[in-house]
C-alpha cells in the first residue's frame, strides 16, 4: 500500500527502503541489525543485536557481494546521497545518523552526501537538482512535500539515479518515477493506539488527538486507525477533526494543548505522533491544576523520563528512525548491483507500555538528552554524538 503522509518538519517545517536497521529522525555498529534489537541507552545493553533488517535479504553473502559485506553491498563502486526535506529537529539528526552508519557497512560506497531541504519545497527540488549535476549513483530522499517533489523525483530517475523515496508517498509508481518505495502503515500505528486507549479506558472517556500539520495524510491515517477500533466503546474524540495540528512543532503543540485545557474540563486521554513535542505542553497541565492523562503517542526519551516522575499511564510506538537503513539497503543494492531486501514495508511496532511492560515498560535514559530516542538502533554513544 502506498501511504500518501507527510513527515515529521519541526518548527520550521510547512505542509507542502531505509537503510538497514541500525524514522526521516541511522549510523550504529553493523548492517545486521534488527527492528526486534534491543533500544539503545536503557538499562537493557544498548546497541543492536544481530539478525537482518527489516526488509533485508537473509540469503548471506552474494556472489557479486563486495567481500566480508552485506549481501545488498554489491561491488561497484558509488557515491550515494540522503536528501532530506527537513534536517532541524531531534528526529531528523538521529535518521540521518542512522543512514550514514548504514551507508558505512557497505565499502562500495565511497562518498556520502547529505542536503537539508529546510522546510521549502524548492530548496528541496534543487537539492535533486543539484545531486544529479554532481552524478551521484543512488540517492534516499525524505520528500517532505509529498507530490510536490514528483516532477524533480521522476527527472532523477530518468537521469539514470538509483531514486529510493520512502515513509512520505511522492504520488507516481516504481519503475516509472523512482525505483522503490519504502513505506510503513501509519494507520497500523493508529489501531495500536486504540488498542491500548481500550486498556487505558475501559469505561470510555474523551480523547484528544493531536497531529502534525493540518491535513497531513500520515496523521490522518492514524486517526482513522484509531478510530477504527475504539468505535462503539465509549470514546469520543474531542478537539478539531480529525486531528489538532500542531505542526510538530513544540510552541505550538503548547499552545494547541493549552487552549483544549481552557475549552475542555475533561481530558481522559491524548494522542499524538510526536511524543517530543508533547512533552514540551506538560507545564500547560500543572497552570491548569490538571493532571498529565493518558498519552499515546511515538517514544520519546523526554517523555519517558517525565513519565517515570509523574506516573501518568504511557502507550509509545517505535519511532522508526531506523527506517532509512532499509531505504539505504535498497539503493546501494541497486546501485552496486547487490541483493536487495526482500522487501519494502516497513511495520509499525509497539514500543513501551507502562500497563502491560510489553514489549517494553517505560524506559529512561538520564544519560542521554531528553531529545533522544530510545528505540533507535544506534549505539548509545552514536545517538549521543548524532544530536551534539
Not at 539528526?93 to 548504514?102: D, F, P
Amino acid at each position: 500500500m502506498n501511504l500518501r503522509l507527510n513527515p515529521k518538519w519541526g518548527i520550521a517545517a510547512v505542509i507542502a527502503l531505509v537503510l538497514a536497521l541500525g524514522l526521516a529522525a541511522c549510523g550504529g555498529g553493523s548492517s545486521s541489525t534488527s527492528s526486534e534489537s534491543e533500544p539503545s541507552g536503557t538499562e537493557e545493553p544498548a546497541g543492536s543485536a544481530g539478525g537482518a533488517a527489516e526488509g533485508e535479504s537473509e540469503e548471506g553473502e552474494a556472489a557479486n557481494t563486495a567481500s566480508g559485506s552485506p549481501s545488498w553491498c554489491g561491488e561497484k563502486e558509488i557515491t550515494l546521497a540522503l536528501a532530506d526535506g527537513f534536517g532541524d529537529n531531534n528526529w531528523r539528526k538521529i535518521t540521518r545518523a542512522e543512514a550514514e552508519a548504514e551507508a558505512k557497512e557497505c565499502p562500495s560506497v565511497k562518498e556520502f552526501i547529505y542536503t537539508d531541504g529546510q522546510g521549502d519545497t524548492q530548496k528541496a527540488i534543487s537539492d535533486l537538482e543539484g545531486l544529479t549535476a554532481q552524478g551521484v549513483n543512488a540517492a534516499v530522499i525524505f520528500p517532505d512535500a509529498g507530490k510536490a517533489m514528483l516532477p524533480a523525483i521522476t527527472n532523477m530517475y530518468k537521469a539514470g539515479v538509483v531514486t529510493v523515496p520512502y515513509r512520505v508517498f511522492p504520488g507516481g509508481e516504481a519503475g516509472a518515477n523512482y525505483n522503490v518505495y519504502v513505506e510503513t502503515d501509519f494507520k497500523e500505528a493508529g489501531k495500536l493506539w486504540g488498542e491500548w486507549l481500550l486498556k487505558a479506558l475501559p469505561k470510555g472517556g474523551k480523547v484528544l488527538p493531536l497531529g502534525g500539520p493540518a491535513g497531513n495524510t500520515q496523521s490522518e491515517e492514524e486517526y482513522e486507525g484509531m478510530a477504527e477500533v475504539v468505535e462503539g466503546h465509549g470514546i469520543e474524540m474531542i478537539g478539531e477533526q480529525p486531528f489538532s495540528a500542531t505542526d510538530w512543532d513544540p510552541a505550538k503543540t503548547q499552545q494547541v494543548v493549552t487552549a483544549n485545557l481552557a475549552k475542555y474540563p475533561e481530558i481522559d486521554a491524548i494522542t499524538t505522533d510526536f511524543g517530543a513535542a508533547l512533552a514540551s505542553a506538560f507545564p500547560a497541565f500543572k497552570q491548569a491544576g490538571r493532571e498529565i492523562p493518558p498519552i499515546a503517542t511515538e517514544d520519546s526519551n523526554e517523555l519517558s523520563c517525565i513519565q517515570k516522575k509523574e506516573g501518568f499511564p504511557l502507550f509509545t510506538v517505535d519511532s522508526q528512525n531506523w527506517m532509512v537503513r532499509t531505504a539505504i539497503q535498497f539503493a546501494v543494492a541497486e546501485a552496486t548491483e547487490g541483493t536487495p531486501p526482500s522487501s519494502n514495508q516497513v511495520p509499525q511496532k509497539a514500543f513501551e507500555d507502562s500497563i502491560s511492560g510489553k514489549p517494553h515498560p517505560v524506559m529512561c535514559n538520564e544519560k542521554l538528552s531528553g531529545e533522544a530516542i530510545l528505540s533507535s538502533h544506534l549505539s548509545e554513544e552514536e545517538l549521543a554524538a548524532s544530536l551534539e
